[in-house]
């Protein structure tokens, strides 16, 4: 009679667990049909479920349309940048042949041409805002580039018979000029170290899904499936925006506790911190890092930036100076022609001129990030989509990827607007970023268990931590478990993070790869039906978020808040077979609108039933619809997200 009553219990529970597994499907009705057997999930293991999704959903496809790439100047280039291989020095020359086209209409007009260098203004209380431009100098038809300059502006006038001066083109020039100790290398001699120390190229787009990808960048997703690229299908963000997600791949710390704390507005506090580039400078790597889009800096938005340039060649003075001097034009709400040419361009012809100047006697390590297309529009990676393949195709046919370790990536999906408020997919979109890496044919035949590794882990969980040890794990290839790892580099937030060319654990949970249950993708959802206790909860999550204005003492800034509407609410399915969720504690995703302005949030709770009360962080609500105009109050980007400022 008892072992009757215990198998009856073992059933009862092994049933429950079914019932909840069951409902995977009731939140997420467009999983990618496929086999059976292993092709419903990116991850599939005890711990996690992280449903595979339909990037061509009928809710989202009714919002998509194609954008085309408008060319930001039609001109040939007055101005041509060479470098001379014999001095190894850069020039600039003057087309004539453009410059006959350009000035007809000025009769018997004259070339007047000059430059001026732009630098990083080191005694500013923060340099990362601003630059020096020096006077105006003459630019001649064949001008040799002191080594000492490493950007430049330049303009060209057509100058008539009364010294009247028509401009006919400004640019602006970048110049890779030697940070190399010894100088007397053979620059056509391979290095000794390329196969002991790789080039590690990182190469980011912004708000970028690895549905969005598929969706919307079909050239790039099909260049990315070539042998030696390995994506992370189980890749999960680890904080909201930008900044937490790309110091958990930098630094190891995602930093949400400084930011929450306001550290991030202090001066250099940023330089506090501890890159990943700073250990590959020590490793005689020559380090970049360039972005697009000044005024949205990843380290720059709302923040001091660096006080001391962090790498060898920083692009962020140059951007600023850009955007100051030339004309730029707006696309996708942000910055994208600067002056004749595309921002984005600016970013990834530096990091050819890089790799092509040193990638064959100095290693190196390069991060080139753009916003310009992707940040503020989901569409804006339509018009990407073939600017940036052809990038990659010309790094290739240049052989950079050789002797390089690639990444190519994002720090989350889309984050608002249309998509994410009125497709139900939009709440995994956001959470799942695209993650390729790249590893050369000498790599995959010295390390095949590390490749073995790449495959296997391709559909297990992982994070921007596991790919901050996989960067330090580079620059010691020859280790070959975690335990080699000094505890030092170990990723401060996630001890047990540990580098994609090691196999990441089977039944890995959210926990262990350093990603909070807000973010995690791992359990499925049901939809709540019970509109009283829906009523209940959400009443207590706007009641909770007013008392939390109180507390921070918002409120002569910020209007409170009543519940318009609730959008919907779903309850979260544990899929660990070892334990059943506790009937007491419900964690809850609600999506709702409140007044005023119809401001869209969705909140990640969780609920005691028994008690009757609920347990939130209202820094961590999530707003899904741009808030920009109604937060102009304050500068603090976690207070701006559920702050609607009253109007004076």
């Known amino acids: 009679m008892c072992l009757k009553s215990n198998v009856f219990v073992l059933c009862s529970l092994g049933f429950i667990v079914c019932l909840a597994k ?93 430059y001026q260098v732009i630098g990083r203004n080191k005694s500013a209380s923060y340099p990362d805002n601003g630059f ?72 980011g787009i912004d708000s970028t899904s690895r549905m969005n990808l598929r969706r919307s960048m079909p050239k790039l997703h099909e260049f990315l499936q070539q042998p030696g690229w390995f994506e992370m299908q189980g890749f999960n963000k680890v904080g909201e925006n930008t900044i937490p997600n790309l110091l958990a791949l930098l630094t190891g710390n995602a930093e949400e506790k400084a930011m929450e704390q306001s550290r991030f507005s202090r001066g250099g506090f940023i330089d506090k911190l501890k890159f990943i580039w700073q250990r590959f400078k020590k490793y005689g790597y020559l380090t970049a890092f360039g972005e697009d889009c000044g005024k949205i800096n990843t380290f720059n938005y709302h923040k001091p930036g660096f006080r001391k340039q962090p790498v060898d060649y920083y692009l ?68 990407l989509d073939k600017v940036f393949w052809e990038y990659l195709l010309e790094y290739d046919e240049l052989g950079f990827f050789n002797r390089s370790v690639v990444f190519v990536l994002s720090d989350h999906g889309y984050r608002y607007g249309v998509p994410r408020e009125s497709d139900k997919s939009g709440y995994l979109e956001e959470r799942l970023p695209m993650m390729f890496i790249y590893v050369p044919p000498w790599f995959r035949k010295r390390y095949p268990q590390y490749v073995q590794n790449l495959k296997t882990n391709q559909n297990r969980l992982s994070s921007g931590f596991d790919v901050h040890m996989t960067l330090h794990h580079l620059l010691q290839l020859n280790v070959t478990s975690m335990s080699g790892f000094s505890p030092n580099l170990r990723a401060s937030q996630c001890k047990g993070c540990q580098s994609l060319f090691f196999e990441l654990p089977y039944n890995r949970k959210c926990s262990q790869a350093g990603i909070r249950d807000k973010w995690c993708s791992c359990d499925p959802t049901e939809t709540v039906t019970d509109k009283k206790h829906i009523s209940r909860v959400a009443l207590e999550v706007v009641r909770r978020m007013n008392q939390h204005l109180e507390d921070r003492n918002l409120t002569e800034l910020c209007e409170s808040y009543t519940l318009k509407k609730v959008i919907h609410m779903d309850r979260k399915v544990p899929v660990t077979d070892e334990s059943v969720e506790d009937d007491e504690l419900h964690t809850y995703v609600i999506s709702f609108l409140t007044r005023p302005t119809q401001a869209h949030f969705e909140a990640t709770v969780q609920w005691n039933t028994q008690r009757g009360s609920l347990t939130m962080n209202v820094n961590e609500l999530s707003r899904l619809e741009s808030y920009k105009k109604h937060s102009k109050c304050t500068n603090d980007p976690v207070i701006k997200k559920y702050c609607i400022c009253i109007p004076f």
């Not at 954008?67 to 020095?89: A, I, N, P």
């Not at 290095?191 to 790789?198: L, V």
């Not at 910055?335 to 100095?362: N, P, S, T, W």
């Open 316 to 383: 962020r003075n140059f951007i600023v100076a850009l955007e100051s001097i030339l004309k730029t034009r707006r696309e996708f709400r942000n910055v994208f022609c600067v002056g004749r040419k595309l921002g984005f361009k600016y970013i990834f012809d530096f990091a050819r001129q890089f790799m092509q100047r040193f990638e064959k006697v100095a290693p190196i390590f390069g991060i080139f990030w753009s916003n310009s297309f992707t940040h503020e529009n989901f569409l804006g990676a339509t018009a």
């Open 132 to 203: 020096t431009l020096s006077k105006p100098r003459p630019l001649n038809h064949s001008f040799l580039v002191p080594k000492n300059i490493d950007c430049v502006s330049t303009q060209c006038y057509a100058v008539n018979e009364k010294k009247k001066m028509e401009l006919l083109q400004e640019d602006g020039f970048l110049f890779v000029q030697d940070r190399l100790r010894h100088n007397t290398k053979n620059p056509e001699e391979p290095r000794p170290d390329g196969e002991s120390k790789p080039n590690v190229i990182i190469l």
């Open 22 to 114: 069951m409902t995977l499907h009731s939140h997420y009705p467009d999983i990618e049909k496929a086999s059976k057997k292993d092709q419903q999930f990116y991850v599939d293991s005890p711990s996690c479920k992280m449903p595979k999704m339909d990037p061509f959903s009928a809710d989202i496809m009714k919002f998509f349309r194609k954008k085309q790439f408008k060319e930001c100047s039609t001109d040939g280039d007055l101005v041509l940048s060479e470098f001379d291989l014999e001095l190894r020095q850069y020039r600039l020359n003057i087309d004539d042949g453009i410059y006959e086209k350009l000035s007809k209409k000025v009769a018997n007009g004259t070339l007047k041409c000059q």
